[in-house]
């Protein structure tokens, strides 16, 4: 009996232990699961994004000098001296002054020829008489010309001029009056510009590019320019090559990497873009330190409980003077942990918050889980437990995703897209999205001419949100909340001042700590994790603005003030004025306008676009229809009605428009109505340009 007795405290032990440490271990393994997929779908856009650019990048550098070549072989002294078929004229002296201008045009190339409609080279710049006269019909630029009897880029080859340098040839047919080729004008433009080219483009994105020709032979690569002729057997590549864009994971010297792949339009050539993939997840790496860490602090805390509970246990079955001195032992335990837990409160307070916070939620869902699974419930019940199930799930992700931003903005990782924006508008927007409240109603006091200010609207929304829902929460009580801002200095200072709890003035000074919650019985059962002031502290720094919280104590309510900077003058100043909400959709369309020599002014919503329109003479807008407050077609009525039909205007939305709404926007004077899709960005800008030039004839 004395046997069974001893052994019944050992398995609650040992149950206990696994129903404390189970759902630590669980936590520790979703919470990075769920960061893992979430920055590797981040760096997955970034690396979709960064190929279309650099497709798009590539094909307009390529075909600037495809439509040089193009119209240098329309000039009458070349098609002249080719006429009458008579090889001597490609000689004369009125013949160099255009190659030698022609290879002079671009540091990348190499050398500019005319060959007779049989391939032979007749003229070389810079004069070369080894290759004058050779038959170059095995080249693919021949083929391609008389295939085609049009200008041709050619795949990666190596010349036979000194030095055998690796060039691509852009070559273009010298046509006569009945359209027959009479001869050929061909400039090699060499590897190693096209290299420089795609540098640039990828040093200033952070991510490492490699080109190839339509044979798959690599032009441009990570690092220098290539010094022989290499062929990829990258299936992404031979995907590109077909047409098809991908992403996919490989290897390469032990190293893990994602790499995107699009082909190059016109020319048939393909970019691909990669990052290593300890790169893509390195915060997580940082998250998933800190989660072992606090899991492990955890467990060991939990052990020493049970540690101490079976020791207690068994010392109850002692006889009465052996109790007595196991308790005095006891005793000293407890004062020795007592000095241990004085010395780490701070890491104590740190633990607790997080193993509540975080195992709370988890339990609520393994135990509905378990229900659902081996009981059987009517539909009614089951849809109650789904909904706390979610809630929870919720309240999980809500944590973990506070986690994330927080650790983000700590490593730097978390970059803004600042532009010129209307604060008034979007502090309506975030009071309108608080909701509705009797007790606690929000009222905004803001003069109409508060000026623009340079910001990222989805981190301030974020801002606003999480000061709102605080002045809420802690008004239990209920009370006006007032909104006011105004300029100060060279910053708008914003204010939200409720009327609740208030904050004691010995704590204030920690308010925007990681984790810390004033402590008393008023705010006990008021929800929250301590992570959300700590986020807004730093995206206001990061704004280059600064934060603080004021209260006149307990019961006399808070107030929290933020400065934001005013726009720059030059931030609102473009030739087109970009109307779009989606920040990477954007930059792409700035891209793409800057490849036709146009520079353009961001507004992320239609209420600063009226600002900035009124403060810029803007020569075209591209404008999406689906905003976040004022909508694409409330703005173009408002667009009109100040500046009449002529300012060209392109629609680009995700929405889809029967034939009628295209029509109904046709008549206002819209240039087209594009569909927010891969090449709509360029087809944008093209006709912008196109109808700002038909503008000035």
Excluded at 198 to 209: C, E, F, K, N, Y
Excluded at 286 to 306: E, N, P, R, Y
Excluded at 570 to 583: C, H, P, R
């Amino acid at each position: 009996m004395i046997g069974a007795g001893a052994q019944r405290p050992s398995m609650m032990l040992a149950v206990f232990a696994v129903l404390t440490l189970a759902p630590l271990l669980a936590l520790a393994y979703f919470s990075i699961q769920i960061a893992s997929r979430s920055a590797t779908s981040a760096a997955r856009s970034r690396l979709v994004a960064t190929t279309s650019v650099g497709a798009a990048y590539v094909q307009q550098q390529i075909a600037g000098l495809a439509n040089v070549v193009r119209l240098e072989a329309r000039q009458p002294a070349l098609i002249d001296a080719a006429a009458d078929g008579n090889y001597s004229n490609y000689r004369l002296a009125e013949m160099f002054p255009p190659l030698t201008d022609l290879q002079q045009a671009s540091p990348g190339i190499q050398f500019a020829a005319i060959s007779d409609p049989t391939s032979r080279q007749r003229i070389v710049v810079p004069e070369s008489p080894t290759i004058l006269g050779v038959d170059f019909t095995y080249r693919d630029w021949y083929v391609g010309v008389i295939r085609t009897h049009a200008t041709y880029v050619s795949e990666a080859y190596r010349t036979d001029l000194p030095g055998n340098p690796l060039v691509v040839a852009v070559a273009s047919p010298i046509l006569g009056a009945s359209g027959q080729t009479l001869a050929i004008l061909l400039v090699g433009y060499r590897l190693d510009g096209i290299q420089a080219l795609v540098s640039r483009l990828a040093t200033s994105q952070g991510i490492a590019l490699t080109v190839t020709d339509q044979a798959g032979t690599v032009v441009a690569r990570p690092g220098d320019a290539p010094v022989a002729l290499v062929s990829t057997n990258d299936p992404g590549v031979a995907a590109a090559l077909g047409g098809q864009s991908s992403i996919l994971q490989v290897s390469g010297g032990n190293v893990a990497y994602l790499r995107a792949y699009a082909p190059v339009a016109d020319i048939g050539w393909t970019i691909s873009a990669s990052i290593p993939l300890s790169a893509a997840l390195a915060g997580v790496y940082q998250l998933q330190g800190f989660v072992w860490v606090v899991t492990a602090l955890l467990a060991l805390i939990s052990i020493a409980g049970l540690v101490w509970l079976g020791r207690l246990l068994r010392q109850r079955r002692l006889d009465a003077a052996a109790l007595a001195t196991s308790e005095s032992v006891a005793m000293k335990a407890r004062v020795t942990a007592g000095g241990v837990v004085a010395l780490n409160r701070a890491k104590d307070e740190l633990m607790s918050t997080v193993s509540h916070e975080l195992r709370t939620p988890l339990a609520s869902l393994v135990g509905f889980t378990e229900l659902l699974v081996t009981r059987r419930y009517p539909q009614a019940e089951q849809k109650q437990y789904l909904t706390t199930m979610l809630e929870e799930g919720r309240r999980l992700t809500s944590l973990i995703n506070d986690f994330l931003d927080l650790k983000r903005m700590e490593s730097g990782k978390s970059p803004l897209v600042l532009a010129p924006l209307d604060l008034k508008a979007l502090i309506v927007r975030a009071v309108a999205a608080s909701g509705p409240s009797e007790t606690t109603p929000i009222v905004v006091d803001i003069s109409q001419e508060l000026p623009l200010v340079r910001a990222d609207a989805d981190t301030i929304t974020q801002v606003l949100s999480n000061v709102l829902s605080n002045a809420r929460k802690y008004s239990p009580a209920g009370g006006a909340i007032g909104v006011k801002a105004r300029v100060v200095d060279n910053s708008v200072e914003v204010t939200i001042q409720d009327s609740g709890l208030g904050i004691p003035p010995e704590v204030r000074h920690r308010l925007f700590e990681t984790f810390f919650r004033v402590d008393n019985s008023d705010r006990r059962q008021i929800s929250g994790t301590g992570l959300g002031l700590a986020i807004c502290k730093r995206i206001i720094q990061s704004h280059g603005g600064t934060v603080s919280i004021d209260s006149a104590g307990l019961g006399m309510g808070s107030c929290v003030t933020f400065t934001l900077p005013i726009a720059r003058e030059g931030a609102k100043s473009g030739d087109v004025l970009l109307v779009e909400d989606d920040a990477g959709f954007a930059q792409l369309l700035e891209a793409e306008l800057a490849t036709q020599g146009l520079s353009a002014v961001w507004a992320a919503d239609a209420e600063t676009a009226e600002r900035i329109m009124e403060q810029m003479d803007a020569r075209a807008v591209v404008l999406d229809l689906i905003l976040p407050g004022k909508q694409g077609p409330e703005f173009l009525t408002w667009l009109r009605r100040g500046r009449g039909t002529g300012l060209p205007v392109v629609v680009v939305t995700v929405k889809s428009l029967s034939t009628k709404e295209i029509q109904a926007f046709q008549q206002v004077g819209v240039e087209a109505v594009l569909g927010k899709q891969h090449g709509g960005a360029k087809k944008a800008a093209d006709l912008i340009a196109q109808a700002l030039a038909a503008a000035v004839k």
